[in-house]
């Protein structure tokens, strides 16, 4: 009988330390994205309540999507932006693509480690609380198992406490119904000014024309404010 109290208390014990590293870790990781948990979710239809991996984490992909976004934003447009190969990145360039890389990959890491422990925390949470605390009030118990399992429940409601104020599974989104195709399409109509509005700026930056229109917005001005 004392052999399976040992066990079953050693077994308890390893599944606290799991979950106090998890805890631990996914505080860590939100601390370093900027304190992201618990997540916001907008009341718009048009966004998608899914938490998605973040594709800057690779820094080609940041060189190949955020770096002309910069670049658009600080020569405001008058020419299209250089690529890397035609002008390497500057010191503050090279500083905001590092911090951003960061930021992104710590985002991914938090992402699945919520995903996996951090669901399961769900699960260790009571399990380490309410099977400690029967060693805590049990007589046969060395005083010295007594104190540890007092210890660690109460752990166990600290863990329990960042695990729902976080959010851990609502955080995910998977509780948020798929964007309905006719939404879909008119966030992809929203978007086609916007992309034909910066390379018309583009072209006709090159072309020499200090005041460019965009033909995609034009044609949608009201006929009686003229």
């Keep these: 009988m004392k ?9 308890l014990a390893l599944c606290g330390a799991l979950m106090v590293y998890t805890c631990v870790k996914i505080e860590v990781l939100n601390a370093r994205v900027g304190y992201y948990l618990p997540r916001e979710f907008s009341d718009s239809p048009y966004t998608n309540p899914k938490w998605r991996g973040n594709c800057f984490s690779k820094e080609e992909n940041w060189l190949r999507i955020r770096l002309p ?5 600080a020569d405001s447009g008058e020419e299209k932006p250089p690529t890397p190969e035609e002008k390497p990145l500057t010191s503050e360039e090279e500083k905001i693509m590092k911090k951003e890389v960061a930021q992104a990959r710590a985002n991914n ?4 480690i919520v995903g996996s422990l951090g669901l399961l925390q769900y699960l260790l949470v009571p399990l380490v609380f309410f099977g400690l605390l029967f ?12 104190i540890g399992a007092g210890v660690m429940s109460g752990l166990a409601l600290v863990c329990g406490f960042f695990m ?4 851990y599974f609502t955080s995910l989104g998977w509780q948020g119904a798929p964007l309905p195709l006719q939404h879909r399409v008119e966030i992809f109509n929203k978007c086609l000014p916007t992309r034909a ?10 072309a020499g024309d200090p005041s460019p229109k965009n033909p995609a917005t034009d044609d949608m001005a009201d006929p009686s404010s003229e």
């Design 3 to 11: 052999t399976r109290y040992h066990v079953l208390f050693w077994f």
């Design 69 to 73: 976004q910069i670049r658009f934003e």
């Design 109 to 112: 890491e938090l992402r699945g």
């Design 135 to 146: 060693f805590c009030v049990s007589k046969r118990c060395p005083r010295g198992h007594r």
């Design 164 to 167: 729902i104020y976080r959010g």
């Design 197 to 206: 509005r910066m390379e018309d700026r583009f072209v006709l930056a090159r």
